[in-house]
């Protein structure tokens, strides 16, 4: 039996213990601008190649966001995101995957920033969804009509947060311009337009050359879904725009957010025009309630890169990433601003993703809205490529009376891969 004298020791020690003073960082209290551990977003990035990086660099600044992990199937690509993630936290912390499904097994990750070629944006999104993560995607978010619904309907199946990387919804001139559309200053809109690019793509291939090495680079994952062919360092050099099996055409790469922003301003979110008709490198299409929309390549007025012109019966207005903004008649001149971001910085683009993570809110570019928009680029392109006027349901989703157009409406999947 332990004597009084031994207990008191004892209690004694003990005290002295836990009287000393413990120390605990500001940042595990979240203090002195720190985040909570609690509160904080756990994040993992695929794909980090020019734009992935930019956004990398965006999310890093961001408070309660921590980076843990970096997937590509390029090695000099894995490392350089890790040094970025690494330099940012003054740690060695951060993990490299060459497969993503290693990255979206993880337990302690939230969400994902997909910044991968296009042709793997709509299933990488769908795989994160199943494995619980929300997801930020850069644009464009699919390659088809059909992987577009399969995406809204992936993403609202699994209950995640998505924000399609169309920023310019966050963006204060655009967000002004549509402001005067939906106020009613301009009358009644009767015709909105859509900087896009020249349509065309390539069906040809580049060259075969020797394989490298699967860690340095993985072909077959790089390839994905997409069609084999031989490898060619140019495609994962980022020149593989152009090419039909990777791209979804000029009108796509641009009208992901221009077309965008003419739905969000004729209030067209949930449906896409009914009419497309080629004109060159210009399509001109209508919806269902008379309104027209133009996505050309040409005839802008220097308001800068993505623009869009909204004109209604009583003025208009026109403007692009340079934030600048030019309007009619002279009686609109009063609802002029000035505006200082870019067009091209997603920095409140991804603060609302954010708030929305920890929210559970709708973000405003959801993949609801973002699959739309992309129906009705697709569609455009579609008409573009058949050379002829084409009417759509998009109800139904389909062409009307089009077996041609219909065939185009998705693509063949490279086993094993499936949306």
């Known amino acids: 039996m332990q004597s009084r004298r031994a207990f008191l020791a004892n209690t004694a020690a003990a005290s002295t213990v836990i009287a000393l003073p413990t120390i605990v960082p500001s940042s595990a209290l979240g203090l002195d601008g720190n985040v909570a551990p609690s509160e904080r977003i756990t994040m993992g990035i695929l794909g ?3 734009r ?14 921590q980076f843990v992990a970096v997937c590509d199937v390029r090695s000099e690509r894995r490392d350089a995101g890790k040094k970025l993630v690494d330099d940012r936290y003054t740690n060695t912390d951060c993990t490299t995957y060459r497969d993503m499904f290693e990255m979206f097994g993880r337990k302690d990750i939230d969400a994902v920033l997909i910044a991968t070629g296009d042709r793997w944006h709509t299933l990488a999104s769908i795989l994160a969804a199943k494995s619980g993560k929300d997801i930020y995607c850069e644009k464009p978010c699919s390659m088809t009509i059909g992987e577009s619904r399969a995406l809204a309907d992936g993403i609202r199946h699994y209950g995640r947060i998505y924000q399609a990387g169309t920023q310019r919804r966050n963006i204060g001139n655009f967000m002004h311009a549509v402001h005067l559309a939906h106020s009613g200053r301009l009358g009644k809109l009767h015709t909105v337009h859509a ?3 020249a349509p065309a793509t390539n069906h040809d ?3 075969g050359e020797p394989e490298p090495d699967r860690e340095s680079v993985d072909w077959d994952r790089w390839l994905g879904p997409t069609p084999w062919r031989p490898y060619n360092a140019a495609y ?4 593989w725009r152009g090419y039909f099996d990777f791209h979804g055409g000029g009108i796509l790469e641009w009208g992901a957010h221009t077309i965008d922003l003419c739905q ?3 209030h067209m979110d949930q449906t896409t025009p009914v009419h497309f008709e080629p004109q060159g490198s210009t399509v ?23 623009s869009v012109r909204f004109e209604g019966d009583e003025g208009w207005i026109e403007t692009g990433d340079s934030g600048n903004m030019l309007l009619g008649p002279s009686s609109l001149k009063s609802e002029f601003r000035e505006f200082t971001d870019a067009g091209t910085d997603p920095t409140t683009h991804i603060r609302e993703f ?12 959801n993949a609801d809205v973002a699959a739309q928009t992309h129906i009705a680029a697709h569609a455009a392109y579609i008409a573009s490529q058949l050379g002829r006027t084409i009417q759509f349901d998009p109800v139904k989703e389909s062409f009307v009376n089009d077996d041609e157009a219909n065939r185009m409406r998705s693509r063949a999947y490279r086993a094993p891969w499936r949306a």
């Open 354 to 365: 954010l708030r929305c993570v920890k929210s559970r809110g709708v973000p405003a570019a």
């Open 205 to 207: 291939w580049l060259p």
């Open 236 to 239: 994962v050099a980022g020149r």
């Open 48 to 50: 980090c190649g020019g």
């Open 195 to 197: 900087n896009t690019l």
């Open 264 to 266: 969000w301003a004729c």
């Open 52 to 65: 992935g990086t930019y956004d990398l660099g965006i999310f890093l600044q961001q408070p309660e966001v």
């Open 284 to 306: 001109v299409a209508r919806y269902a309630n008379g309104i027209k929309l133009v996505m050309r390549d040409t005839g802008w007025l220097g308001m800068g890169t993505c």
